[in-house]
């Protein structure tokens, strides 16, 4: 697949995971990629067991880059979950 079409694809995905939860579980994230590979079978991965396993680990990549993307624009479901965890007061 092409990286252009690759890249617009991974973005139009995180967005759409993202507008029902800013966290999606390991599952959900399996359920987008198998059925990202049902709906198109000529996207699946043939360097992975599981044709689905390359699309997830791109997809949960990508959501993180989303995420924060949308804590520097003050999205506040991100930001209440963006503090650092080692500072102490």
């Keep these: ?6 890249t617009k694809l991974l973005d139009a995905l995180a967005n759409e995971v993202f507008s ?9 994230i399996k359920q987008v990629a198998t059925s990202l590979v049902e709906r198109f ?3 699946q991965s043939k360097t ?20 924060n993307k ?9 930001q209440v979950n963006s503090g650092r965890r080692s500072v102490s007061e």
Aim: charged letters at 20%; hydrophobic letters at 40%; a neutral charge.
């Design 1 to 6: 697949m092409p990286r252009d079409i690759k």
């Design 20 to 28: 029902f939860t800013a966290y999606a579980s390991s599952e959900q």
């Design 41 to 43: 079978p000529c996207s």
């Design 48 to 67: 992975t067991p599981d044709a689905w396993e390359a699309w997830a680990n791109a997809i949960v990549c990508k959501i993180g880059n989303f995420r």
């Design 70 to 78: 949308m804590l520097r624009l003050g999205c506040q479901e991100v």
